[in-house]
Each structure stands twice: as C-alpha cells, then as structure tokens.
C-alpha cells in the first residue's frame, strides 16, 4: 500500500512569491489510522463470499447525525489568515466574561453568528492566524533545539521578547520624523526591539484536534500540522513542506490509548488566467519605466555615455622629478602621440605640456630638480575588429629635458620616449595615494640622468 510509506522530512521549505499572499489556498486532508483503513484498500477478490462485512459491526449514528468514521476523516481549504474556530475557542468564547479584548469580542460575535448559521463546518481543524495569543506565546515558547531539556542561553532569553512583527509606518510632518533619530538614554526594551534585525513577520498555525471521539475541546490534544510564516519581502516559509508527490505525514498521540494520524497539505492556489498575467506584466513594464526615469533624473544629462563598442582611455600624470642633469634651471617639454587607426581624442585636448623651469637641490651626490606637475589627456579608441589577433595599437608619451642658462639659450638635456602600457606589467607598482598605478620612466642623457613620470588611470 502506497499511503504507508511515511514522509519523515518534516524540515521547512522556503518559497518566495510575487503574488499577494492573500491569494495563497492550502488544502489539508487529515485521518485516523485504522484497521478499516488497511482493509479498505485490500482487493475486492481478497474478500471471500462467506466473510461478514465488516460494516455489520459499524455503531449506529449517535445523537448528532454524525458517525464514528466520519469524524475520523476530515479535508478542508483554508486561505491565508483564515480563521477556523476550534471546540476550544467555541465554547470559550460562548461566555462572554471570558472574553477580555476587543479580538475576543469579535471572535465571540463571528461564533454567535456560526452559531445561528447552523454551527462550524470544521470538526478537527483549525487555525491560529497571527493576532491570536497562541502565536505570542509559541514565539515566546519556542526552543532552540530538539533536546528534551534544553537550558535557553543568554542570547534566546534576550531575543524571546522580540516580535517580528510588521511594524506601522512612522508619521511624517513636513518631511521629518516625529521620533528622534538619535536616543542618548534608551531602555532595555528600546535595545531589545531596536538593536537586531527585525524583518517584518506574520504567522499562521494550521492545527488539529486529536482528542478522542466525544472529548474535542480540550488544549492537550492540540498539535500543530502546519507553520505558515510570510515576510515583507514575499519569502514564505511552510513548515512542513507541502506533500506533492511525497507521502504522508504521520503524527502519534500520547496517552493510554495511543492513536495513529496522517495529514498531507497541498497548495491548491488557483493559477492566475492569461489576461491576468498580461495585465500584471503590463503593470510591472510600467512601474520599472517609471523607476528608470526616477533614476535617470537623479543622474541627470551631465553624464557622459561612452558609445558601444568603444573604449575610453583616461591617464592622469604627473611629471615629478629629474635628477643627475649637469646644468641647472630644468624644464620638461612632453607630448602624447595617438596611433592613426580609430583613436581620437575631442578637439579642445591637449596632448602636450611643458612644465615651470625648476633650480636642482641637491640630494647625496646628484643634483634633483622637483616639478610636481601633474598632467591630464583623454582618448577614444573604436572597436572594429574584436579578435583577439587584432589588439590596438597604443599611444606614445615623448619627453625632452632641456635647460636655461644665464644668457636665455635653451640646451637640450635627454629625451626618450615610452608606450603607454595595454596592462598592468612587472613594471608598474601602486602610486602613494592609491588612485591606480604608476611607472617611472628614465630619459636619459647618460647612466646617471633620469626623469620620473608617475601615470594612473
């Protein structure tokens, strides 16, 4: 028989929707192991002509109109906080000076008005949505831990108090907060509620009364089938998962007369229709364009694109220092050469750049003269040929150290020149500020002399 084979996975299985939950439907079928039950599914031909049936010694139907079978068996759909009133609740809520908050006031009229409909359709199922104190006190209660004698730590017993529940939107005057942003003196309760990552929650318990036939109402037979919990964020978490093509869950009773139970829960939410879909698209195209336009007046039309299929090189120099040259009153004279093929830089640019006339200090045995003159060039480079065989070719830096004398004659000192690199090298090494990398090139007027360019892009 198919049905005996258990499901033992009772862990939680996490969903997450798009859809209100309000239109999540779970179908719950719960019912008592028996004898008969075993029986029922046995082959009609197993059945010899000469057994009695069984159904001869089934009890007569009680006062009620309600047969023992019948109560053993139930299936119900319950949607999302749903309320289905248990015996318990029914006959609580019948008294009116048990009833001690306006939720029980109104729990009290709704059963009234059961009442005078001709009574509750469900027998053994019923639900705790997330308003009703069971929920408080299963959050307060909760363990940690499957350990029969579970000793709750420092942390459990600090966060016990801490519901997460959907919190209500803090009014607004003229754009500020009515609460203070900072509290220099808070309380224990304000650390507690505050001070931990507070996702809003809700909860629904599916629940079954187990009790046996004649004795429903009673909070010790109570057991939970199913936990129901939907954050803000459309994440819902079932525990136990829903049954689909695994087999029943089984629950076993405690007491003197031991009783075996199996539920399955499926989710039978009805599927939304194509022109539901169509609209729901519609309406999410339109809220993403308007989000891009939100996002796009933030940005403004300050902000350059860079044309697909293109790459845009920015270099930020600087020209820092010569050292080793023979005469004194140093300048640099520089300039960036662009390959002929697809690159170009925008008109107002300047490619070249001379920097001020600088007196030599010395430093040990050399004489250093320091510019610190920093440098800027864009260029553009359009892709045509994206192979890998088909690398671009990359802009040259030259340089020339010249120098003044007393008479106003410019003398040239060195020159040299260098290709930028495509990429990082062994060469290069991270500048001081961090803003990429440098290198240092040497133009050189004989082995001691040297200028040193810092680049980063």
């Given at each position: ?95 009116e000076a048990a009833c001690q ?59 016990a108090n801490v519901r997460r ?293």
């Amino acid at each position: 028989m198919a049905e005996a084979v258990w499901s033992t996975d009772t862990g939680e299985a996490v969903y997450r929707s798009r859809d209100p939950v309000r239109n999540l439907r779970l179908r719950v079928h719960l019912q008592r192991i028996t004898s008969s039950n075993f029986l029922h599914y046995q082959p009609a031909a197993q059945l010899g002509k000469d057994l009695i049936d069984l159904a001869t010694f089934r009890p007569p139907p009680t006062a009620s109109g309600h047969r023992p079978d019948e109560d053993e068996e139930e299936e119900v759909v319950i949607g999302w906080q749903e309320k289905l009133f248990s015996q318990f609740e029914v006959d609580l809520y019948q008294n009116e000076a048990a009833c001690q908050s306006p939720l029980d006031h109104q729990y009290r009229q709704e059963i009234l008005k059961l009442e005078n409909s001709g009574g509750r359709k469900n027998r053994r199922i019923f639900t705790y949505t997330d308003s009703d104190r069971y929920t408080n006190l299963e959050e307060h209660c909760q363990k940690m831990t499957t350990a029969a004698s579970e000793v709750p730590s420092f942390l459990v017993e600090r966060m016990a108090n801490v519901r997460r529940r959907r919190q209500d939107r803090r009014g607004m005057e003229g754009g500020i907060l009515k609460s203070r942003i900072v509290t220099w003196e808070p309380s224990e309760e304000f650390i507690r509620n505050s001070h931990v990552i507070n996702t809003p929650l809700q909860t629904m318990y599916i629940m079954a009364d187990l009790g046996p036939y004649g004795k429903l109402g009673y909070k010790k037979y109570e057991h939970v089938l199913c936990t129901l919990k939907v954050d803000s964020n459309g994440v819902i978490t079932v525990k136990p998962d829903f049954t689909g093509l695994k087999g029943p869950y089984r629950i076993e009773t405690e007491g003197e007369k031991q009783e075996l139970w199996k539920y399955t829960i499926d989710n039978v939410s009805s599927l939304a229709q194509p022109e539901e879909e169509e609209r729901e698209q519609r309406v999410f195209k339109d809220l993403y364009g308007r989000h891009k336009e939100y996002l796009n007046s933030l940005v403004g039309t300050d902000f350059e694109m860079t044309v697909p299929g293109a790459l845009r090189l920015f270099v930020n120099g600087e020209v820092v220092s010569a050292q080793g040259y023979e005469y004194d009153n140093l300048y640099v004279h520089f300039f960036v050469e662009l390959p002929t093929s697809n690159w170009s830089s925008p008109a107002f640019q300047q490619l070249s750049g001379i920097t001020q006339t600088c007196v030599t200090k010395s430093l040990g045995m050399d004489k250093v003269a320091y510019f610190s003159y920093p440098f800027t060039f864009e260029a553009s480079f359009l892709h045509e040929d994206e192979s890998a065989d088909a690398l671009p070719e990359w802009p040259v830096l030259y340089c020339e150290v010249l120098s003044l004398d007393f008479w106003q004659r410019y003398r040239v000192e060195g020159y040299g020149a260098v290709v930028l690199p495509a990429t990082p090298g062994p060469s290069w090494s991270r500048v001081p500020s961090g803003k990429g990398c440098g290198v240092c090139w040497t133009v050189w007027k004989d082995s001691a002399s040297r200028v040193l360019f810092t680049v980063c892009w």
